[in-house]
């Protein structure tokens, strides 16, 4: 079964940092390009970031960029964000998602990872 | 990044047609994709390059796409359509959703 597992959320102070993992299993993960995306409590669905099948190409959103890495490890079908410098505004559940072969959409989610940026 | 713009609500009764629009100026040159999202559950795609729907999509959902605007019908709409829907496409950088529309089925 394709699936995809975030992990790494919970509780940080604002200017903290978390990382985010995301396990991916029944398909070959160093094929796919990768993808978070986020959405804020009673709020929509935001891109975040993506990283392209062998990891050398990423792109961020503004409001992450110089803040938040994305990165993958193929060897251990995981794909990661790194998230420095927190904000309040970080505050949502993260999704990674799986990029459709040859087109632009996401075909496989997660169910999410909830990160909440409070003191 | 460009903007896709969504009405932030559609209401029809059961068995009507919802019709959810997203609009945006690079979508002549970019394709649109649709997806559902009901509470507590990830999104799922519904429709992909406009008009495409993948397997297991029942064939109430279509969508369809003039100028700068794409349009997600949903023909005979059952109460188990109550969800939100965000259209999504793709810039230089990444991707790009819409604001999303919550669908009401009364």
């Known amino acids: 079964e394709v699936q995809l597992v975030e992990s790494g959320g919970g509780l940080v102070q604002p200017g903290g940092s978390l990382r985010l993992s995301c396990a991916a299993s029944?398909?070959?993960?160093?094929?796919?390009?990768m993808h978070w995306v986020r959405q804020a409590p009673g709020k929509g669905l935001v891109w975040v970031s993506r990283?392209?099948?062998?990891?050398?190409?990423?792109s961020y959103a503004d409001s992450v960029k110089g803040r938040f890495t994305i990165s993958r490890d193929n060897a251990k079908n995981t794909l990661y964000l790194q998230m420095n410098s927190l904000r309040a505004e970080d505050t949502a559940v993260y999704y990674c998602?799986?990029?459709?072969?040859?087109?632009?959409?996401?075909?496989?989610w997660g169910k999410g990872t909830t990160v909440t940026v409070s003191s | 990044s460009y903007e896709l713009t969504q009405p932030p609500s559609v209401s029809v009764s059961p068995g009507q047609t919802a019709r959810i629009t997203c609009s945006g100026d690079?979508?002549?040159?970019?394709?649109a994709y649709w997806y559902q999202q009901k509470p507590g559950q990830a999104p799922v795609l519904v429709i992909y390059?406009?008009?495409e729907r993948p397997s297991g999509i029942p064939e109430r959902f279509s969508g369809s796409s003039s100028g700068t605007t794409v349009t997600l019908t949903i023909s005979g709409v059952q109460a188990e359509d109550e969800a939100d829907y965000y259209c999504?496409?793709?810039?230089?950088?990444?991707?790009?959703f819409g604001g999303g529309t919550k669908l009401t089925v009364l």
């Open positions: 998602a799986r990029d459709a072969d040859f087109d632009y959409y996401m075909d496989v």
């Open positions: 029944g398909f070959t993960f160093s094929s796919y390009w």
């Open positions: 990283i392209n099948s062998d990891g050398s190409s990423t």
């Open positions: 690079a979508l002549p040159k970019q394709y």
């Open positions: 390059k406009d008009s």
């Open positions: 999504q496409s793709a810039d230089s950088s990444g991707r790009v």
